[in-house]
């Protein structure tokens, strides 16, 4: 290190916040019941900068038959328009059962409300809907930002009335739907409460007694598909997506033109109607199969479907079962607190790899480490000050022990360091110009008073790369004591058994998944949707949640007691705090994540000690530098020469690769111990002959990368899903806002390979052709999805009527120039709504 | 048969059958066996139906229903309380509630409550009256096949009551 400068860096620890409240528990204990009557709907509007309702339609559904279908139209439609409308309803039929309404309803907006309120308010009927969020502001006449429990989102008024100036006002004897944005899958939506409500509306769901409860709330049932499919699969569905993934019968068609009212575009918003009726049976059907006691319309997420695993097997949160857990323990295992590793090691350098990925990296981890004793522990102790316990158990650890399986029992622990030049993770402010919070792995020095906590497998990851034992401050254990009492069996999907108090949850999950393909009496389908549900489910449970912290939104400051790296608590009175999710508990979180570094750490070990070296790592997967035979392999700024005088890197063989992998199968916590948790992925293998090929990899930056083949000439071809591969692996990471040069409502990615193709051909000195969308700015989409983003945009609203203004859930177009890319006097800055965007960019040329 | 007119208002007439369980509780039943909704008394515990109620307090189980509304006819015809709630004022509120409320005393609407009112009526009285006759029929056929085999009629009394077929038994 004596070449190497030392820096002085702030740095910035987690410290776990008690609010003293114990959250708020909003699931209902009652058993929950699908509504006999669902109300599905969908809006179409102007494809302008206001994206104002045109029309929509709807269908009443009771007990899965279509009884009443209708279509609804926008204040101030253009007579042309409703004639269009009124001509269609005239002339087709309703698609209702016998008995049904047969003639297809064109109502106002306002009758369409009225229907609303009776069907979803006091009917309580599901309300079915994909991008639920969109489509209610279409309907309403104002808003405004929400409160309390919805602080940070939209309250919508629905429902209005006529002064006696003519003026539209919100009818205070209705309730608002407030809508809280969560992220691009998800939203929180529920009504208010109302003036002057019936006894009928003050009945609480599920009441045996039929009595009204003063002060009760009736918050809705709205199910929003995106959200539901999100929670079951893990992925981001379009309708069209989604209706192809779940085998929807009629799924979506797609318009020839959008924003134009003509029969064929009713057409096609009824049958995106008939497919989201039809959607919400399929998810519903699929989310049953799970026996966990969770309403559809709390699916918010796979946590939600972990946790009520966990629940099902009387599972309750560590923190919730044992409230006097002591905090400050808390605090010092959540300073200890990072994410996965991630990194790229040799950057804007083509070289040969084998990319190799950890067999689902966070159940292994928890397996090893033998973290689910502490999920069904009747009581987690905690052993403190075992200092000497600890040194000794680094100063025993050899690379070999550490590929003994039962090493991994004993890192459940923390570790209080003054590091001196270990290699440990911190989080900093490395780059002045992007004053970003961001965390690292270096070689940090800290003074006595600096000490700092980590996980036991983050200081043994330390130790296996420098050699040495950093200078122990404090350390401590946590043990399990007994088991959990009305511990039961689940069946996962109601298919696969587990005893959560004699089977580890999380091997149970993937040698499940690992055996699917030999199970028998499964269809090619049932066979894909467990093996789904088993990885949503894996993931779910095996880490997220015990490391879940929610934004509070509500404007007004709280008064926390915060726990972190000392040993007394501080005190704080903070707007928006991150308070701990229901079954956060960062001691499991922190070792999770610690021990997935250490595997890292230890597979960057066995790589080095063969005097090899990796391109990238992110989090459960390495590019190792190899080819068939191994050897130097040109590399800019590489350690070692080559004959011809150019630096080098040394690659390894396929064998030695290969042998890597299979001394990994050691630490495999499943009983098929002939499969390694170290996989040689299948994208280094031809997808035709299934013989391993030579793929090579370029990173630009830790998560940005791509594989690719090289042809005879040495042009690079990426791996591309159903051409040479089973999938594309060129990242998108940072892009996904993005969208395509072609279009901005395309959903064509092919610029993202063809940016890639670039980029690799500059790196290999190959000739370049300009890209066709170069001289575009990139433009981005953005939705207004919080009250903060609605106030920049509050000018353009002025004075106009609701249907005008730029609503809540409108998307925007949002431009990205290049510093310097735009024309002297333009403000780079500048977001403006889709049409005008257009224009503007146009005329910039 | 239908035992009911298809509603021309399923959003409302679900509605009112939602708000109307919900009044009385999830799986609200007297201890006569009543269970419809609105046949109950919403707020007792345990759950009574009217027709009980009524019996408890040593009052008459039979209302007088104004078939055609209130407002567009005098003639009532009696009918059992539990009924007149769960059947014939729900079928009453399926009508287009001008024709039910008549404000202005139209003669064509009063008219149509009249026909409306009867077909409600003959539905109800077919059901009731009628409807269990045919049940028991087949439930009894069903006995005599099981006692007597497929043609228990043959040679019997019953026989020249029973459809003529072809020689191949075709009808």
């Known amino acids: 290190m004596a070449n190497h400068e030392i820096r002085s860096l702030p740095i910035a620890v987690r410290v776990f916040p008690d609010s003293g409240n114990a959250e708020r528990d909003i699931r209902s204990e009652k058993p929950w019941r699908i509504p006999e009557g669902t109300l599905v709907f969908d809006t179409e509007t102007r494809f302008d900068a ?90 309403a006449f104002d808003f405004a930002p929400a409160r309390g429990f919805f602080a940070g989102g939209f ?78 699969t893990d992925e ?62 709390f699916a918010f997420s796979p946590a939600s479907i972990g946790k009520g695993y966990l629940r099902a097997m009387g599972i309750e949160p560590i923190l919730k079962r044992q409230p006097t857990f002591p905090k400050e323990y808390i605090g010092y295992a959540q300073s200890a607190f990072f994410g996965g590793r991630t990194s790229v090691h040799i950057r804007k350098v083509v070289c040969p790899v084998v990319y190799t990925d950890f067999l689902s990296m966070y159940s292994t981890v928890n397996s090893l480490m033998s973290l689910w004793r502490f999920v069904i522990a009747r009581e987690i102790q905690v052993v403190e000050h075992c200092n000497q316990q600890v040194d000794s158990f680094l100063r025993g650890l050899t690379p070999d022990a550490l590929f003994e399986p039962k090493t991994w029992r004993h890192m459940a622990g923390f570790v209080k360091v003054i590091p001196s030049g270990d290699i440990l993770p911190i989080r900093s402010k490395y780059s002045a110009a992007s004053n970003d919070w961001q965390v690292s792995i270096n070689h940090v ?36 004591r007994g088991k959990l009492s009305g511990l039961r069996s689940t069946k996962l999907r109601g298919t696969v058994e587990v005893d959560p108090a004699h089977e580890d949850f999380f091997r149970v999950v993937v040698e499940e998944r690992l055996r699917l393909s030999s199970r028998r009496g499964h269809s090619k389908v049932e066979s894909k949707r467990l093996e789904k549900a088993l990885k949503v489910l894996a993931n779910a449970t095996s880490y997220g949640i015990y490391a879940q912290m929610d934004r509070q939104e509500d404007d007004e400051k709280l008064d926390l007691t915060c726990h972190g790296i000392d040993v ?58 190899a080819t068939e035979h191994g050897g130097l392999v040109r590399c800019p700024g590489g350690p070692f020469e080559m004959k011809d005088g150019h630096t080098a890197v040394t690659a390894l063989s396929l064998q030695q690769v290969n042998n890597l992998s299979a001394r990994f199968t050691k630490l495999s916590p499943y009983r098929n111990k002939s499969r390694s948790i170290l996989k040689i992925e299948r994208d280094n293998f031809d997808p035709a002959t299934g013989r391993q090929r030579q793929v090579y990899c370029l990173a630009i930056s ?128 500048k977001i403006s709504p889709c049409c005008a965007l257009r224009i503007r960019f146009d005329a910039l040329g | 048969m239908p035992q009911q007119l298809p509603t021309r208002d399923p959003s409302g007439s679900h509605r009112r059958k939602v708000v109307a369980a919900r009044r009385v509780g999830v799986h609200a039943r007297c201890s006569c066996g009543e269970r419809r909704p609105d046949a109950l008394i919403s707020g007792s515990t345990p759950p009574v139906c009217a027709a009980c109620k009524r019996t408890a307090s040593g009052r008459t189980t039979m209302d007088e229903h104004h078939f055609a509304g209130k407002a567009n006819n005098p003639a009532t015809i009696p009918i059992p309380v539990n009924d007149h709630r769960a059947r014939l004022s729900v079928a009453q509120a399926e009508w287009p509630k001008s024709t039910l409320t008549n404000p202005e005393g139209s003669p064509l609407l009063a008219a149509a409550a009249c026909v409306r009112g009867f077909i409600d009526t003959v539905l109800y009285l077919i059901e009731r009256g009628l409807l269990w006759i045919a049940n028991l029929l087949e439930k009894l056929d069903d006995f005599q096949v099981k006692k007597l085999g497929p043609q228990w009629w ?18």
């Open chain 1, 445 to 480: 020095y800290a003074k006595q008073e600096d000490a700092l906590w980590y996980s036991i497998p983050d200081v043994v990851a330390s130790v296996l790369l420098t050699g040495r034992v950093p200078e122990i401050v404090d350390a401590f254990l946590i043990e399990p």
């Open chain 1, 568 to 625: 007394e608590p501080f005190a704080c009175n903070v707007a928006h705090p991150d308070l701990p999710g229901e079954f956060c508990f960062p001691p499991l979180a922190s070792l999770i994540t610690g021990g997935a570094r250490l595997m890292v750490a230890l597979l960057e070990h066995c790589v080095s000690e063969l005097g090899g070296t990796y391109v990238m790592e992110d989090t459960d997967s390495m590019a190792i530098v």
């Open chain 1, 236 to 297: 981001a569905y379009s309708l069209e997506g989604a209706c192809e993934a779940f085998g929807v019968e009629h799924g979506k068609q797609r318009a020839a033109r959008h924003g134009v009212i003509s029969a064929e575009y009713i057409d096609y918003n009824r049958r995106d109607v008939l497919a989201t009726s039809e959607l919400a049976l399929k998810l519903i059907d699929e989310l049953v199969q799970h026996p966990i006691a969770l309403p559809p319309t």
């Open chain 1, 155 to 232: 309250s919508l008024g629905l429902w209005s009335y006529r002064d006696p100036a003519g003026r539209e006002r919100p009818n205070g004897f209705r309730p608002r739907v407030c809508i809280k944005y969560i992220d691009s899958k998800r939203a929180l939506i529920g009504f208010t409460a109302r003036n002057s409500p019936d006894q009928a509306d003050l009945i609480p769901e599920g009441s045996v007694s039929g009595e009204p409860k003063p002060g009760y709330k009736f918050p809705g049932h709205f199910l929003d598909l995106r959200t539901i499919a999100f929670a079951l």
């Open chain 1, 702 to 829: 830790a998560k940005r990368y791509s594989l690719f083949l090289l042809d005879e000439g040495g042009n690079p071809i990426l791996l591309q899903k159903g051409v040479n591969n089973h999938e594309d692996r060129w990242s998108e990471h940072g892009l996904g806002h993005l969208r395509s040069p072609s279009g901005f409502e395309s959903e064509d990615r092919d610029w993202i390979p063809q940016a890639w193709h670039s980029i690799i051909c500059t790196a290999l000195a190959l000739p370049t052709q300009p890209l066709s969308f170069e001289h575009l700015p990139a433009i981005g989409r953005v939705t207004i999805t919080r009250p903060t983003v609605k106030r920049s945009l509050a000018r353009l609203n002025l004075g106009k009527k609701y249907g005008d203004r730029l609503k809540p859930f409108n998307f925007l177009l949002s431009c990205h120039v290049k510093q310097f890319g735009h024309p002297p006097g333009t403000d780079p800055e």
């Open chain 2, 154 to 171: 043959a040679n019997t009394g019953i026989e020249q009551f029973a459809p003529k077929r072809k020689a191949d038994g075709q009808p």
């Open chain 1, 50 to 139: 206001t994206q104002k309702l045109t029309f929509g339609s709807y269908r009443f559904i009771v007990a899965g038959q279509c009884q009443e279908e209708g279509l609804f139209y926008g204040d101030d439609l253009p007579k042309a328009d409703l004639r269009v409308l009124q001509e269609y309803a005239a002339h087709q039929p309703a698609q209702t059962v016998p008995g049904g309404v047969e003639q297809l309803r064109l109502l106002t907006r306002r009758e369409f409300l009225k229907l609303f309120y009776d069907l979803a308010y006091e009917a309580r009927c599901l309300v079915v809907g994909f991008n639920l969020p969109f489509d209610l502001s279409r309907l």
